[in-house]
């Protein structure tokens, strides 16, 4: 009896080992094993008071605008060589314009395919989600609350592990959103991340982010202007992930948008749970 408490005992020790480091092998690039599930809750709040214009310079909003978003992704491994997994993603949205606020509504929701191209190179996936808008008019008008528009978003992972204690993640997307309305361009946006992680401890992650967002279009309602870049954002960020139980991660980030044309000048507060089992 005591021989079998004890090899009890040492499964679950064991168990709990691999699970409190597995979430830490399991960066965006790496796939789910067969069987295998991901649930992600991301919360994120984005927060101005100006904007900046053409030439980079601020413009006062005379308010606070605010936009709060929460993404649901699920993520389902169906491979036993750890190469696709597929799951959906849906969004909740609200903004404050001063003191008006919008209603917390569902504003889009669409699968997602996950995918490792090269089999000898499982540093390397794609992710691609296609979004349809939910709520319609009510997206924009009277508030803009998210993009009425149907949006295809894949993104680029690789992970380059420089040893134990540090890693590089790199990450490419590329963001399509449709027009819908006769008074709407396509335009799509190409995100360059780099992200440089520290690992502590086995349960602790601590990092730092820059982004690159240009935009590429063509500006409404001037038709003088040919396709191209119409407006770009960089963000610097620092970031934590800790693992609080065996199997969920807590993540909490901040960044702000240090330089910009025709874009944002604000912050973005950034709160994730994840779970997988």
């Given at each position: 009896?005591?021989?079998?408490?004890?090899?009890?005992?040492?499964?679950?020790?064991?168990?709990?080992?691999?699970?409190?480091?597995?979430?830490?092998?399991?960066?965006?690039?790496?796939?789910?094993?067969?069987?295998?599930?991901?649930?992600?809750?991301?919360?994120?709040?984005?927060?101005?008071?100006?904007?900046?214009?053409?030439?980079g310079?601020?413009?006062?909003?005379?308010?606070?605008q605010?936009?709060?978003?929460?993404?649901?992704?699920?993520?389902?491994?169906?491979?036993?060589?750890?190469?696709?997994?597929?799951?959906?993603?849906?969004?909740?949205?609200?903004?404050?314009?001063?003191?008006?606020?919008?209603?917390?509504?569902?504003?889009?929701?669409?699968?997602?395919l996950?995918?490792?191209?090269?089999?000898?190179?499982?540093?390397?996936?794609?992710?691609?989600?296609?979004?349809?808008?939910?709520?319609?008019?009510?997206?924009?008008?009277?508030?803009?609350?998210?993009?009425?528009?149907?949006?295809?978003?894949?993104?680029?992972f690789?992970?380059?592990?420089?040893?134990s204690?540090?890693?590089?993640?790199?990450?490419?997307?590329?963001?399509?959103?449709?027009?819908?309305?006769?008074?709407?361009?396509?335009?799509?946006?190409?995100?360059?991340?780099?992200?440089?992680?520290?690992?502590?401890?086995?349960?602790?992650?601590?990092?730092?982010?820059v982004q690159?967002?240009?935009?590429?279009g063509?500006?409404?309602?001037?038709e003088?202007?040919?396709?191209?870049?119409?407006?770009?954002?960089?963000?610097?960020?620092?970031?934590?992930?800790?693992?609080?139980?065996?199997?969920?991660?807590?993540?909490?980030?901040?960044?702000?948008?240090?330089?910009?044309?025709?874009?944002?000048?604000?912050?973005?507060?950034?709160?994730?749970?994840?779970?997988?089992?």
């Amino acid at each position: 009896m005591k021989k079998i408490f004890l090899v009890c005992l040492l499964t679950l020790v064991v168990e709990s080992l691999f699970a409190q480091s597995s979430l830490q092998q399991y960066t965006p690039s790496v796939l789910l094993s067969q069987g295998q599930m991901e649930f992600k809750l991301f919360n994120n709040l984005y927060t101005q008071t100006k904007v900046r214009d053409a030439n980079g310079t601020d413009v006062e909003l005379g308010q606070r605008q605010s936009f709060l978003n929460h993404q649901f992704r699920f993520l389902y491994g169906v491979s036993n060589n750890q190469r696709l997994n597929v799951g959906f993603e849906t969004n909740l949205t609200t903004a404050w314009y001063g003191g008006e606020s919008s209603d917390l509504m569902f504003t889009s929701i669409g699968p997602t395919l996950k995918f490792v191209p090269i089999e000898s190179k499982g540093n390397f996936s794609i992710q691609s989600t296609f979004l349809f808008p939910l709520n319609g008019d009510d997206l924009e008008n009277p508030l803009f609350v998210n993009h009425n528009r149907y949006t295809w978003w894949t993104q680029f992972f690789y992970d380059y592990s420089i040893n134990s204690k540090f890693n590089l993640f790199f990450e490419a997307d590329l963001i399509y959103r449709f027009a819908v309305e006769d008074f709407q361009n396509d335009f799509f946006r190409v995100p360059l991340n780099l992200i440089a992680s520290y690992f502590p401890t086995s349960k602790l992650t601590l990092y730092s982010n820059v982004q690159y967002a240009p935009a590429y279009g063509k500006l409404p309602g001037v038709e003088d202007i040919e396709f191209g870049r119409i407006r770009w954002f960089t963000q610097l960020g620092l970031g934590a992930k800790y693992l609080i139980l065996n199997n969920l991660e807590l993540e909490l980030s901040y960044s702000n948008f240090i330089l910009s044309k025709r874009d944002g000048a604000g912050s973005v507060y950034n709160l994730g749970i994840r779970f997988l089992r």
